[in-house]
């Protein structure tokens, strides 16, 4: 899932990249915490291949993981990496460019220190050269044009693997992949409008943003892409598949779209646009409000903010109820998920995050003061609903405000840390951590399972469906959900029989009897 997210981005780091913590400052403000800076980076080396006899090969391993990391360390301790820099060596063009050579050999030092100082698990040197080593194999056989930018895109294809394999949302970015990251949280771009994860190496559509050309298209949920422009999906990863998709807007796009496995595909033709992602719609039902939130970015708190503050004008101040849609929205920004969950909680944990020393838990907790003045609340979520989703739901669930339908959600329950390798070398988008409910409840592969559980047919694949998922922690908690279809028996014939339920309880006054339940 793209998702899209929950995501930590570092903004303002200075060369030597530094990791961080968020702290709570006031309501609604959590800030960047600078801790030691992770690795200095040999600025120049004369000789790689030069092995001097001084110093030991164990100094040198106390060395790395210290975080002082060159390339030619990193090689006096694991020799197999000498092939690393033999990529090069396969062209002409190494020769001629030694300073790109050095600067791509020190840009490797520097991403596999990081990867294995700040990685969510304790990570064993060989886990990351294998991953390497695959990344050798496919540059070795990958037709690159010889350009002035071959010997970055060897390295490119190199690190890419040897990330990725650490597992499904690790991963090394390029110049390009990490502007258009920055572009997503900031919710505008030029594309064709399209939520997508991957899927038996297929592009899939996890939705159609509203009022984009790719839903204007009539491209549907479980759509899945072939071919961009003619040119195969398979092989490619997620982001680079996004990059093909996306442009300046006015220029024309061709996908060949597959409907189901069985069915023929067939081709469509998009003309992009500036996507604007409107993070959050409102409207009144009756006496009850209705909020969809699409995504997590920058703008999403500020925008709920509003759209409640409306609904309460609208409705003259007599607001009987609320519900929150979360179905098929990502995730996003984790500083936007706390905002959201902590505008609804007086009180308590909102979520914990535990990375690699699990003796450190990061804790978030709520002020006081509740957005909605207590009144109940439904919240909607489905497999689409990830990352910041779930720490929203799970958060407002486990403090007993409010009642959950659905179907049990994505289960990414992982913090990715981007951290910026400065000098225009991209960034590294690593996991460094695992969310837990308020209840201590582990998120990823698990999910959040509703209270009153819809079985209409799910299609989504969730975390657990991915290519290499960051495993699990602890056992699926039995869920003693209510099945919709017992609980709104005449809804199951409606257009959207799940937001029909949550209205209906609402309305009955059902929803504050479970709520009570619950508590």
Request: overall charge neutral; proline content about 4%; charged content about 20%.
């Amino acid at each position: 899932m793209l998702v899209v997210c929950a995501l930590t981005t570092l903004h303002g780091i200075s060369k030597a990249a530094k990791g961080t913590e968020l702290y709570r400052v006031n309501r609604n403000t959590w800030r960047m915490g600078l801790l030691p800076p992770a690795f200095l980076i040999a600025a120049s080396f004369a000789l790689i291949f030069q092995l001097v006899a001084c110093g030991s090969i164990e100094g040198d391993r106390d060395v790395i993981r210290r975080g002082h990391l060159s390339f030619e360390k990193l090689v006096r301790v694991h020799p197999e990496l000498i092939s690393v820099a033999n990529i090069f060596d396969e062209t002409s063009l190494g020769p001629q460019v030694p300073d790109e050579r050095l600067q791509q050999l020190a840009l490797f030092a520097k991403v596999f220190g990081l990867a294995q100082r700040e990685y969510v698990e304790i990570l064993l040197p060989e886990r990351l050269i294998t991953g390497a080593l695959n990344g050798i194999k496919t540059a070795q056989i990958t037709e690159l044009q010889p350009d002035v930018n071959y010997l970055r895109n060897r390295m490119t294809v190199v690190l890419q693997h040897m990330i990725s394999d650490l597992d499904a949302h690790s991963d090394y970015l390029t110049p390009a992949d990490y502007e258009q990251i920055q572009v997503r949280t900031r919710g505008e771009f030029g594309g064709i409008g399209l939520e997508m994860t991957m899927e038996h190496g297929l592009v899939k559509c996890i939705t159609s943003i509203e009022d984009t050309p790719a839903q204007r298209a009539g491209i549907r949920p479980g759509d899945l892409i072939s071919h961009i422009n003619g040119e195969p999906v398979l092989g490619m990863t997620l982001i680079q598949a996004v990059k093909k998709m996306r442009g300046s807007a006015g220029s024309a796009i061709v996908v060949t779209v597959r409907r189901g496995m069985s069915s023929e595909a067939f081709d469509v033709r998009l003309v992009r646009e500036i996507i604007r992602i409107k993070p959050v719609s409102a409207r009144a039902e009756g006496d009850i409000g209705y909020i969809r939130i699409v995504t997590f970015n920058e703008r999403t708190y500020r925008s709920m903010n509003r759209a409640i503050a409306g609904l309460s004008r609208e409705l003259g101040g007599r607001m009987n109820g609320l519900v929150i849609d979360l179905r098929d929205n990502p995730g996003g920004l984790l500083d936007q998920a706390l905002k959201v969950s902590d505008a609804f909680l007086v009180e308590g944990e909102i979520v914990s995050t535990v990375g690699r020393h699990r003796d450190r838990v990061r804790r978030f907790r709520a002020d006081p003061e509740d957005l909605a003045s207590g009144i109940p609340i439904a919240v909607l979520i489905n497999g689409g609903s990830a990352s910041a989703s779930e720490i929203v739901s799970g958060a407002l669930k486990d403090h007993g405000r409010v009642v959950v339908f659905g179907q049990r959600s994505f289960g990414k329950g992982s913090v990715q840390t981007v951290i910026p390798l400065g000098q225009g070398q991209g960034a590294l988008r690593l996991t460094t951590a695992r969310y837990y409910t308020p209840s201590g409840q582990s998120i990823q592969v698990h999910g959040i399972e509703p209270d009153i559980i819809s079985v209409e047919a799910d299609p989504a694949q969730r975390e657990k469906n991915l290519r290499n998922p960051l495993s699990a922690e602890g056992q699926v908690r039995k869920g003693n959900g209510a099945l919709m279809e017992e609980v709104c028996p005449d809804v199951s014939g409606g257009e959207d029989p799940i937001l029909l339920c949550a209205l209906h309880m609402l309305r009955s006054g059902l929803l504050s009897v479970e709520i009570q339940t619950l508590n």
